[in-house]
Structures are given as C-alpha cells and as structure tokens.
C-alpha cells in the first residue's frame, strides 16, 4: 500500500479564497483524521471519522471549515472563506479499530493564505 | 477529557548516550494506548512505539523503549545509543480502548520536545 496520500503538497491562496484539501487513507482502515499543525498550538484534532461517518467534530474551529468523507477511500477538507490564520500543515492520518495499531499520517498539506 | 504534557521544550543529547523523553497523561478512562511519534525536519509524523494501558511489559523497539509508570500516569520515551538522524520532534500521543480489543481512534497530542543530537 502507498499510505495516506494527501493532495496538495503545498497550496499558496489568497485570503477569501476557498481551498479544498484531499486525503485518500490506507485501504481497509476504518478511522480517518483530519490534523491541523502551527507553531502556536502544536497538533489539534479537527475531525475524524469511523467508516466514513463523522464522530467528533468539535475540533474544527469555525464555520468555515467543513470535512466530507463519501467513500471509504476519499476525504475532503474545506475552508471557505480562508484567512490568513488558517495558514499551517496539515495532516490526515488513518488507522484500524483494532488496539495497538498505530495511526498513520500522510505527508501533510503546507496551506499558506496570504 | 485527555491531556498529555510534554515538560520538556527541548533536550540535547551527546551521540551514542542515552535520552529520555518526559510524558505525563491524564485520563479517566481505564483503557487507553499510549504512543510515541517522530517528526523530523522534514515534516512527516513517523510512528516509534506503542503501550496499552493494561500492558504489563514495558514496550520495545529496537533502541526505543518506553518506561510506562501506570501509578504516576507517565510514557517516558527512552532512546538508546542517540544517532545524529534522531534529532526530531518527538510527540506523545494517547487514545482511548473501548471493549473487545478496538481503539475509540481518537488521538490527543502532547506540545512535543525537540531532540537535537550533538556528534
């Protein structure tokens, strides 16, 4: 398997600009996470979903931010509007059910908003 | 509520000596995982180490290790022989373990503690 793959690598957009952020987990996991990371407050879950269901989002900061899951194999991450202070990495991750698995994290996506 | 403390901002260490890593939890669930990530310059989050919380032997892998104190509520990330390639941010992370053998997924992070490695 190729592991989590997030799409892009690094995005560049300009405040007010809706940017859209892909994940495709390890097939076969049933969990899914979507992972912000800045400087300031260190990595904070934003949402996860257990097979393709949304179970927590009470990390996700505003409005603006919406995540999708429509298969197994895809996940989205919005924001719309996006401001400046959204500028920072982040990660999807997947992982099994089962105890003692580890998750595992993709690469990441650099959002800059200027 | 979860909450996992890294105390240590950041550590150094002298190639080939050892370092440990401080990690405190708190949790009022009675099973939980407790894990170690590496993320090096580069930016990827690379899995170390995994404890359960009803685990009676403190887990290995290969020079990392993990002194698991259930009473004081600690995962202390030990590392054997530092290299120049374990200078990195290391995060604690823990997750609640429901019935039956499955994870509740859900994964809360420490703030992390850089490791640089002197040669």
């Known amino acids: 398997d190729a592991g989590v793959i997030q799409s892009p690598r690094h995005e560049v957009t300009e405040m007010g600009q809706e940017v859209t952020l892909r994940c495709k987990p390890i097939s076969g996991h049933d969990y899914l996470f979507w992972y912000r990371q800045t400087m300031m407050r260190g990595l904070e879950l934003l949402i996860y979903f257990n097979n393709n269901v949304p179970i927590d989002d009470s990390g996700m900061p505003e409005d603006r931010f919406s995540a999708k899951m429509p298969n197994a194999s895809f996940s989205t991450l919005k924001i719309q509007p996006s401001e400046p202070r959204d500028s920072a990495v982040y990660f999807c991750?997947?992982?099994?059910?089962?105890?003692?698995?580890?998750?595992?994290f993709g690469q990441g996506t650099r959002l800059t908003v200027v | 509520a979860q909450k996992i403390t890294q105390t240590q901002p950041g550590m150094f260490v002298q190639e080939k000596e050892a370092v440990t890593l401080d990690c405190t939890y708190d949790?009022?669930?009675?099973?939980?995982?407790l894990f170690w990530y590496k993320q090096p310059s580069s930016g990827e989050m690379i899995f170390l180490i995994y404890q359960g919380s009803y685990d009676e032997q403190n887990a290995t892998e290969g020079r990392y290790s993990l002194n698991f104190q259930k009473a004081r509520k600690s995962a202390n990330l030990v590392i054997s022989a530092s290299q120049l390639g374990d200078s990195a941010m290391y995060f604690c992370a823990m997750s609640s373990s429901g019935a039956g053998g499955t994870s509740y997924g859900k994964l809360t992070f420490g703030q992390g503690t850089i490791l640089t490695v002197h040669p």
């Open positions: 991750a997947s992982s099994l059910v089962k105890i003692g698995t580890e998750a595992f």
């Open positions: 949790t009022s669930d009675q099973s939980y995982g």
